[in-house]
């Protein structure tokens, strides 16, 4: 069964849920890997956090 992750809103059948919510096993990946030097670091821990807490 999919589910569309709230992070990229493809639709996906592995993922984690967090609070209600659907992260695909890409995004965790994504995340779970990423670095203050990597250049999209700013624009995904934004995004992450409007994904965590705006939308609650
Ligand atoms: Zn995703």
Redesign the pocket.
């Known amino acids: 069964m999919f589910m569309y992750?709230n992070?990229?809103?493809?639709p996906?059948d592995r993922?984690i849920r967090l609070g209600g919510k659907f992260?695909?096993q890409?995004?965790e990946k994504i995340l779970t890997h990423l670095t203050a030097a990597n250049p999209v670091y700013s624009f995904i821990v934004k995004r992450f956090r409007n994904f965590l807490f705006k939308y609650q």
């Open positions: 992750c992070f990229c809103h493809a996906k993922g992260l695909c890409e995004c």
